[in-house]
């Protein structure tokens, strides 16, 4: 009997296929809060926006950084570094840059004008 082990290329497949996932919800999250009205959830979603821009852009920077030959590479290794990156990247999500209060700012402007509530409508009720 022989048994296989879970090759790189699966656990790739398998992120990749999660990050996919993760994205269309993520659209699907923003479509309703602003179609909805919802502020909270716009404010969320931007910080949730945010999170994925720090994540892209620190994946991008790491990967020119060149590869040290003082500690072998190993999947194991690999997996404790993405982990890593994923508490950094989370850390600095929590803390923010701005860019979603920005991107909520002017969102909720947009959703401000578009659901403009007349103030002549509360008399006549």
């Known amino acids: ?14 992120v990749n296929r999660l990050q996919i996932q993760e994205d269309k919800t993520f659209e699907d999250t923003l479509k309703k809060a602003y179609s909805d009205g ?3 959830k716009l404010k969320g979603v ?5 999170g994925l821009l720090l994540q892209m852009m620190y994946k991008q920077m790491k990967r020119t950084i060149p590869e040290s030959e ?7 290794r690999e997996i404790f570094q993405d982990m890593l990156d994923d508490e950094l990247i989370d ?4 803390r923010g840059i701005g860019i979603s ?6 969102l909720s402007l947009n959703m401000d004008k578009t659901y403009v509530i007349d103030p002549g409508q509360d008399k006549k009720g």
């Not at 009997?1 to 398998?14: C, F, H, R, V």
């Open 1 to 14: 009997m022989k048994i296989e082990g879970i090759g790189l290329t699966d656990i790739t497949n398998s």
């Open 38 to 40: 919802d502020k909270e």
């Open 46 to 50: 931007c910080k949730e926006y945010e």
């Open 70 to 76: 003082l500690l072998p590479a190993s999947s194991g």
């Open 91 to 94: 850390s600095a999500t929590q």
């Open 101 to 106: 209060e920005v991107l909520y700012r002017q």
